[in-house]
């Protein structure tokens, strides 16, 4: 459905809070077939400078609101079909703005198994129910007695009281404006109660700070939810939700009784303990209200938990993506173990495989003499700039090796200790294997490793954002959902960065805006028949890459030494001919305009602003000439990890420690110290003052100060600050 009426439009607006004219071209632009990267970069003009976040918001609503217009449409037609639709019931069909909203005003009307009370007013004792609702003191069996028809199935008293109760139950049951205040109640005031699974206490000591836990329902936050719900499915917690925490006083009955009946317009408290109606609304309440409530509240804290996971997964992916390069130079990749030994691999600053080899340094080989000889061999041969250290089993002890190794040469040689998170994944999937078909999986694995130091963007790119491990409860969440997700935290990433389009891979070419992954091999496939592009304009002589992709794509992708300097700019093709009358009136050449600050920020963006390109446009442009290689990735840091503490047990309290932020939560941080456990800084402890977002003051990949708070050696668990001064 790509016309999108004016109510989604406004509601879209109303939303995100923002103009509605932004969000109509937005809208507009969208549904062209421009992708986000695209309209953040090149068309801030149309938007008025909305930003790739607002954009990917805008996305995500717009899908959501057209998927429930669709099943809007879908629900009025089923119900004009049943000939029952109302002008009421039609204009909160039309003002509705939740899935579950609409759902409940389906509700009624939806096809279903026939109900009882459907049967019961076959049965023709609607008359009873109504008369039994409005004289609700009368004798029921007396009012009863003269609807009982065996030929309709009600042959006695019983049957004839029970489907007259139906009727006036399933009235109750399915009033969406009763269910809205019913949910909104116990949103509010429901207590979420978790104990241990009889007998487990054992096997669920991780799980040990819910053996008796309870919460109010709205207090409870996303990463303790997922933690109960992961213990419940283990089978090591049970749970329950106290759907109705507040009782009568008086009565001692259900409060969520006293709240049908109000709404009902009657109060609670005045009704005799025999009266119809409090049968009705209790056989309501409890035999079906508090049981569907209490599902739905939970399904709905899951899919808001599993919300929050997904952000901050993608939250801390972004930054992974994002961390600093450490730049083309030759780099020396070890995957680390024991036993098995060190896959040693060496790249050039292409990230081309050289050569490769297995070391045996540790034990119980400890061939660490021979390892020493032949590590060297290839730091001189290949005159390796760097070295990346897997950090996995025998990651520190592999560190110590290497650096006494290069002491005892006196070569001055970085080493940097690399996440490893997803390295297996790569070496095993079906990219590596055509990549590296006569090579072992290992060594692949080391490859990797190198490669990710030199720029880890282009490498993670090649492995599913899934399996690189800087989420909690991913494996928990709707794997669709997250795949959707995180896909677009890369492909933002990619195009913020840009990518070299004669030595990026397939997997980084198809994340190009545009592009897919049948374009980009061909890219690759003309790039290996015909050698490297000379220009942008070439790309139009790919299969399949036509004037669309070419305009989404072109303006992402970078040509070194190319004929047209601006091919390695940031700078968009149907920008050029602007550039080069900017230049005319400068008097100089395009060349001479790059990265000249001085000339540059001298123009007045109105004197070459046109019906095309405004005076944002322009501005825009200017910027990236100023800057035209400018990557907005740190500058690399690398972390130096305490020499001679390398396990949990070498800790000692109080110790301060550097390592490198590997995962952020809502509760705190997780810091890999060198030890092979991460310790944990809690949101109190990331800083002085209070911290309400741990996302605020720390990300992926960054290098901190921290302090050992307290060591738990059975649980694996250990404590960090980087509140560093410690109070006398």
């Not at 259900?254 to 609304?281: M, T």
């Not at 021979?370 to 025998?394: D, H, P, Y």
């Not at 720029?455 to 492995?463: N, W």
């Amino acid at each position: 459905m790509k016309t999108t009426t004016p109510p989604v439009s406004q509601q879209l607006a109303n939303e995100v809070n923002l103009p509605l004219m932004q969000v109509n071209a937005f809208i507009t632009l969208y549904d062209d077939g421009n992708t986000v990267p695209f309209i953040a970069r090149y068309r801030k003009e149309v938007t008025q400078g909305l930003d790739d976040i607002q954009l990917r918001l805008l996305e995500t609503r717009l899908i959501y609101l057209r998927e429930l217009d669709i099943r809007r449409q879908s629900i009025l037609k089923a119900i004009v079909a049943l000939g029952k639709l109302t002008p009421d019931l039609n204009l909160k069909i039309k003002q509705c703005n939740n899935k579950s909203t609409l759902e409940d005003l389906y509700l009624p009307y939806k096809s279903k198994r026939v109900s009882k009370g459907e049967l019961a007013i076959e049965a023709g004792l609607e008359p009873l129910a109504d008369k039994l609702w409005m004289q609700a003191d009368g004798d029921a069996n007396i009012l009863g007695k003269q609807y009982i028809n065996p030929k309709k199935g009600v042959s006695d008293i019983e049957s004839v009281l029970e489907g007259a109760l139906s009727i006036c139950m399933e009235r109750i049951v399915n009033d969406p404006q009763l269910l809205g205040k019913l949910r909104h109640y116990l949103s509010a005031n429901a207590a979420f109660e978790c104990k241990v699974a009889k007998g487990k206490e054992e096997q669920a000591v991780k799980y040990k700070d819910y053996f008796d836990y309870q919460e109010p329902l709205h207090k409870i936050p996303a990463h303790r939810f997922l933690a109960i719900l992961r213990g419940k499915k283990e089978g090591l917690l049970k749970l329950d939700l106290n759907a109705d925490p507040k009782q009568d006083k008086k009565t001692k009955s259900s409060y969520c009784e006293s709240l049908i009946a109000h709404h009902l317009g009657f109060s609670w408290l005045q009704l005799p303990a025999n009266n119809w109606r409090k049968k009705v609304i209790q056989k309501a309440w409890k035999g079906k209200l508090a049981g569907q409530l209490e599902t739905q509240l939970i399904t709905r804290l899951k899919d808001d938990a599993h919300e929050n996971a997904m952000d901050n997964f993608a939250s801390n992916l972004k930054a992974l993506l994002m961390a600093a390069p450490a730049g083309p130079k030759v780099t020396l990749g070890l995957d680390p173990g024991l036993r098995t030994g060190c896959k040693l691999a060496v790249v050039d600053s292409t990230g081309k495989l050289l050569a490769y080899q297995t070391i045996y340094p540790h034990q119980p080989v400890n061939k660490t003499q021979q390892a020493a000889q032949e590590m060297l061999k290839l730091i001189k041969e290949f005159k390796v700039e760097l070295i990346a250290i897997g950090n996995g089993t025998a990651s520190r002890e592999s560190d110590d090796f290497i650096r006494d190794t290069l002491a005892q040469q006196n070569l001055e040689v970085s080493t940097v200790i690399v996440s490893e998170a997803g390295a297996s994944v790569y070496s095993a999937s079906e990219l590596a294997s055509l990549e590296f078909p006569d090579i072992d999986v290992s060594i692949r694995g080391a490859v990797s490793i190198a490669r990710r130091l030199q720029d880890p963007l282009a490498e993670l790119v090649k492995i599913d954002a899934k399996a690189i491990g800087v989420g909690l409860y991913q494996h928990d969440v709707n794997q669709s959902s997250l795949s959707q997700r995180l896909g677009s935290v890369v492909e933002d990433c990619v195009n913020s960065v840009g990518v070299d389009l004669n030595s990026a891979s397939v997997s980084l070419l198809a994340r190009v805006a545009g592009l897919n992954q049948t374009i980009a091999k061909n890219i690759v496939s003309y790039r290996d028949l015909n050698g490297a592009f000379k220009s942008r304009q070439a790309l139009q002589k790919v299969s399949r890459l036509g004037d669309k992709a070419y305009q989404q794509s072109a303006g992402f992708l970078r040509i070194n030494n190319a004929l047209n300097p601006l091919d390695n700019s940031a700078v968009h093709p149907e920008a050029y001919n602007l550039v080069k009358r900017i230049a005319a009136q400068e008097g100089v050449k395009v060349q001479q305009l790059l990265n000249n600050s001085d000339l540059l920020n001298s123009l007045d963006a109105q004197n070459y602003a046109d019906q095309t390109f405004g005076v944002i446009s322009v501005r825009e442009i200017v910027k990236e000439l100023a800057k035209p290689k400018r990557d907005p990735r740190p500058d690399f840091q690398r972390v130096d990890f305490a020499k001679n503490i390398n396990k949990i047990s070498d800790l000692q309290e109080g110790m301060l420690l550097q390592g490198v932020i590997s995962n952020v939560t809502n509760f705190g941080a997780f810091v890999d110290i060198g030890v092979h456990q991460d310790g944990l800084v809690h949101i109190s402890q990331l800083a002085d003052n209070f911290v309400s977002d741990p996302f605020a003051i720390v990300k992926v990949g960054q290098l901190v100060n921290v302090r050992v708070v307290e060591i738990d050696v059975q649980r694996k668990r250990i404590a960090l600050s980087m509140r560093l001064a410690v109070k006398a």
